[in-house]
């Protein structure tokens, strides 16, 4: 890899670092004001709503300009999402705004890699590229959890500028502005981001026919036989991967006593696993072989379960470093696996907005039903079962589609499996 690749790493670390701590921050700012536990969740909720609406155009406005370009713009509308919450604007609203500029920075972060890399690079590059999010996944709560914390929040508060009053009373408003020096830092390395040399394409010339090229792109992907599998596999894992978020902070409240500080620490460790997970698919799993990993999320589900049966520090930490190696070594190749068959029927852009789509409409749906079973009572413990056993069946489904595939379309398959074979001679 040369220079630029880690130029784009670093620009991508320092942005999901600020992204992760700033939810901490967020929950933080909700918990000030008293709102109910079940009112949480919904800072994702609004923060994906974009990713959802904005779907159709977001992968076209990155396919229509440098990357670099783009990425900068997105950390600034994520920039103004912070100064929203400093200024006093309802926490769900701002965090809203940070997730446009989630939703415009997501298409250009991946599809450079597409455009940037050769596609034998794609799942060592992912590979990576995941494992660094996860570790900035990892730092980031990490970092919200201390910003937050009484000592440190405590120095930050004392910081006093000569003649500025700056409106920063509490833990939750400090932590939020440092978050913002670190997308600033981000925002200096987008501008650093080389342009790849690929034809920049033209944005359609009415919203509408935006839309309906969006739709096309949609159809193509979910009518690919080998696209499908993948995409399904990853709309299932984020949908349950951003509601594991929240499991697992009331699980470690409720089962183990930890304050919020404490509990978003601890759910950073699960990034350990995934970082770890996902290093391992990069050096093991080539491009073809990538449906080989569907029966490890049947395994993260069950092992999910086991949460109810641990009420130790040490053996919650083992736990959530399992889980998390369960979730990135299944996750990151069909990851690479849907890049390389969105870029070659939509391009590169178009498909991870596609992705988004997918991805987000089940955060959204998800993170309503966690919400909702909180809302009317049940436990924390009963949430941990559902969840497990939906992740498990479904994975389990999606195994049983593909292997449909391969009985009644095993030609077409073969051909697909062979192209990237060819394209990815393995790790």
């Known amino acids: 890899m040369n220079s630029g690749f ?53 992968g076209a406005f990155a396919d229509r300009f440098p990357k670099g370009h783009v990425m900068f713009l997105a950390n600034t509308v994520k920039i103004v999402g912070c100064v929203l919450m400093l200024v006093g604007v309802d926490p769900l609203a701002a965090y809203a705004v940070v997730g446009l500029g989630a939703a415009a920075y997501s298409p250009a972060k991946y599809g450079i890699l597409t455009e940037y890399l050769p596609h034998r690079k794609l799942v060592v590059a992912n590979g990576w590229i995941e494992g660094l999010t996860v570790a900035s996944i990892l730092l980031g709560t990490v970092l919200g959890g201390l910003l937050i914390h009484a000592r440190v929040s405590g120095v930050l508060l004392h910081i006093d500028w000569p003649g500025i009053d700056t409106g920063i009373d509490t833990p939750a408003e400090a932590a939020i502005a440092v978050i913002v020096i670190v997308y600033a830092i981000a925002a200096l390395f987008n501008l650093q981001v080389p342009r790849t040399g690929v034809a920049l394409k033209k944005l359609p010339a009415h919203p509408v026919d935006t839309l309906l090229d969006f739709a096309r792109c949609v159809r193509h992907l979910w009518r690919d036989r080998l696209g499908q599998i993948s995409l399904a596999v990853t709309t299932l894992f984020w949908g349950a991967g951003a509601t594991l978020q929240f499991i697992v902070i009331e699980w470690a409240r409720t089962a183990l006593g930890f304050d919020l500080s404490r509990a978003a620490i601890l759910q950073g460790v699960t ?19 990538s449906v080989k990993v569907i029966p490890l999320g049947v395994a993260m589900g069950v092992v999910v379960i086991v949460m109810n049966f641990v009420s130790q520090v040490w053996l919650a930490i083992i736990l959530m470093v399992l889980i998390g190696a369960l979730a990135g070594f299944f996750v990151v190749p069909m990851n690479a696996l849907l890049q390389h068959r969105g870029h070659h029927l939509v391009g590169a852009g178009r498909s991870i907005a596609v992705q988004n789509f997918n991805e987000n409409a089940s955060i959204l749906v998800m993170i309503a039903l966690y919400s909702l079973l909180l809302s009317r009572g049940h436990s924390i413990y009963f949430v941990i079962v559902a969840y497990g056993l939906f992740v ?22 073969e051909r697909l499996l062979a192209f990237a074979r060819a394209e990815a001679p393995g790790p």
Not at 281 to 287: D, R
Request: proline share 3%; charged share 10%; net charge positive.
């Open 392 to 413: 498990s069946g479904t994975m389990l489904l999606v195994q049983w589609w593909y292997r449909h595939n391969r009985r009644k379309h095993a030609a077409e398959m």
């Open 6 to 58: 880690y130029i784009i790493m670093a620009a991508q670390f320092f942005s999901s670092l600020a992204d992760n701590a700033l939810l901490v921050a967020a929950i933080a700012l909700l918990m000030q004001e008293d709102a109910p536990s079940w009112l949480t969740p919904y800072l994702k909720f609004f923060f994906v709503v974009s990713y959802v609406v904005l779907a159709p155009y977001v």
């Open 271 to 289: 990034a350990v696993g995934i970082a770890i997970g996902a290093v391992l698919a990069s050096l093991w799993v080539a491009l073809d072989r």
